[in-house]
Each structure stands twice: as structure tokens, then as C-alpha cells.
Nanobody, 126 residues
Framework: QVQLVESGGGLVQAGGSLRLSCAVS????????MGWFRQASGKEREFVGA????????RYADSVKGRFTISRDNAKNTVYLQMNSLKPEDTAIYYC???????????????????WGQGTQVTVSS
């Protein structure tokens, strides 16, 4: 069983920054592809970005490219989402997810991720 716990959400003004963390249990964390997703009220969950097992490769949604950065520390079993230049439209619940058996690399497909965290709320005020 793999457990994921997000933290770091909160309320921030437009243009501000937040750093989300996702702590992951599991002895083989360093082999997982990790993804970040978000779900705004009344909308479907959408892909934000993903990072490869070693941390050397990343992929981002166009909506966050250049503003968000994903990183990971395999020694701490933790993945991060640094969010800069936040906009009101970034308001959502943010989820991290683990793909234990990556078949499609840094996939944006929700159904490829095996475990999910409970989510953390990010609210960006204008």
C-alpha cells in the first residue's frame, strides 16, 4: 500500500507563490513517476505536470508552463510543486499521484496513476 499526503496549500494573492509538498510512503518511491493534478470547483480533474523517477525529466500542462516547477527528493520520498506567478484561475484542489508501473512515460492520463493523495486547497485571490 502506498500513501500520499499533500501539504502546503493555502490562500495567496495573485502574483504570489506557494510550494506544495507530497510525502509518499513506499519502499520503491524512486521508481515511481509522480504527477500533480488539480480540480477546480465544478470542473474535471486536470493534469498539471509530472516528473520522472530520477527527477531528470518533467512535463507540464501549457497552462502552467513557465510558472510551475516540479521537483523531487528521492531520499525524502517527497515530490514538490513550486507555483509562481499564481493567477485566480489556478484556484483548485491540488492532488499528487503515483504511477507505479509507468507504461506511457510522463503521462497526463488520470487512469494511469495508481495512488492519489487527499488533496490540498489552493486559493488565489485577485
Amino acid at each position: 500500500q502506498v500513501q500520499l499526503v499533500e501539504s502546503g496549500g493555502g490562500l495567496v494573492q495573485a502574483g504570489g507563490s506557494l510550494r506544495l509538498s507530497c510525502a509518499v510512503s513506499g519502499r520503491t518511491f524512486s521508481s515511481y513517476v509522480m504527477g500533480w493534478f488539480r480540480q477546480a470547483s465544478g470542473k474535471e480533474r486536470e493534469f498539471v505536470g509530472a516528473i520522472g523517477a530520477s527527477g531528470s525529466t518533467t512535463r507540464y500542462a501549457d497552462s502552467v508552463k513557465g510558472r510551475f516547477t516540479i521537483s523531487r527528493d528521492n531520499a525524502k520520498n517527497t515530490v514538490y510543486l513550486q507555483m509562481n506567478s499564481l493567477k485566480p484561475e489556478d484556484t483548485a484542489i491540488y492532488y499528487c499521484a503515483a504511477d507505479l508501473f509507468p507504461r506511457y512515460g510522463l503521462t497526463a492520463r488520470l487512469d494511469e496513476y495508481d495512488y492519489w493523495g487527499q488533496g490540498t486547497q489552493v486559493t488565489v485571490s485577485s
